[in-house]
């Protein structure tokens, strides 16, 4: 099974269009209202952080390359061969500013260092990322990436919302196979409640927030999954839900006030209790 065509085009057409812009794309916001808050949550249930962490749908590497301080190794996935070419060509760019990151890590722990000054888990950041353009549905696909990196954490924000229906079940399969006995992933999505504000957002009479238009026009507009959904995927693929809660989603779009719109997502940690 992989997905479908009109699938696969549409995220090729809204990658392609889009130009690396900090802040363009309307769920792109910084690390620091994304994947810090969820990492805070996440790293006490990671119980070997030292295996490759995988950022599926990575899209242009934004959370990527924030979390590349924090594992050995970080590897973003992605459908859209268009997203991971613009993944590259901005890494391209940071690799620098993250190169001197890690000489002043080094010397600051130095001599053993101290534990507070160490990244979660106690390893250097190593800022080592890969990119790699994949269909997350396509067993083989996915059987041969687990083959190459053995047990993974898995970190995923928003992507089976995005996922046509069918696909919602074999993309939480292959988050079992991913994480294998050992990973952990963190799942966070969209909540039911994020659909009436997503339609208040598109309907306002003033029109619908600029960073929201490339989603229409590309056809790539979330769809509902009903909040209950998400744990029985995860439970039919074989995994446990080892915690669960809400939080707001910071889209990178401001509300007429000034302040970040933010929209509803539940989360789920995931794994085997080993």
């Known amino acids: 099974m992989s997905v479908t065509h009109r699938y696969r085009e549409a995220w090729e057409g809204f990658w392609n269009e889009a130009t690396g812009e900090p802040g363009e794309v309307f769920w792109d916001t910084e690390p620091a209202l994304t994947a810090g808050p969820h990492l805070a949550i996440y790293e006490p249930y990671v119980d070997a952080p030292a295996l490759p962490l995988l950022d599926l749908g990575c899209g242009n590497g934004t959370q990527t390359r924030f979390l590349a301080d924090r594992f050995p190794l970080v590897v973003g996935i992605d459908l859209s061969s268009a997203a991971i070419e613009l993944a590259r060509r901005q890494e391209k760019h940071q690799s620098?500013?993250?190169?001197?990151?890690?000489?002043?890590?080094?010397?600051?722990?130095?001599?053993?260092?101290?534990?507070?000054?160490?990244?979660?888990?106690?390893?250097?950041?190593?800022?080592?990322?890969?990119?790699?353009?994949?269909?997350?549905?396509?067993?083989d696909a996915v059987a041969r990436l687990h083959g190459e990196l053995g047990d993974c954490n898995v970190y995923m924000r928003g992507v089976l919302h995005q996922c046509d229906p069918k696909d919602r079940q074999p993309l939480a399969d292959t988050i079992a196979v991913l994480v294998g006995e050992h990973g952990r992933a963190f799942v966070v999505e969209l909540a039911e409640a994020a659909g009436p504000r997503l339609a208040q957002l598109a309907q306002a009479e003033s029109g619908p927030p600029a960073k929201l238009l490339p989603v229409f026009r590309h056809g790539v507009v979330p769809g509902a999954v009903p909040d209950a959904a998400v744990a029985d995927l995860v439970h039919t693929a074989g995994l446990s839900v080892l915690a669960s809660g809400d939080l707001p989603l910071t889209t990178t779009e401001y509300e007429e006030n000034g302040s970040r719109i933010e929209l509803p997502s539940t989360w789920l940690i995931v794994g085997r209790n080993t």
């Open 96 to 139: 620098e500013l993250r190169r001197k990151r890690r000489a002043e890590w080094r010397e600051k722990t130095s001599g053993g260092g101290t534990p507070a000054a160490r990244a979660p888990g106690g390893h250097l950041p190593s800022g080592e990322i890969r990119f790699r353009q994949l269909d997350a549905v396509d067993p």
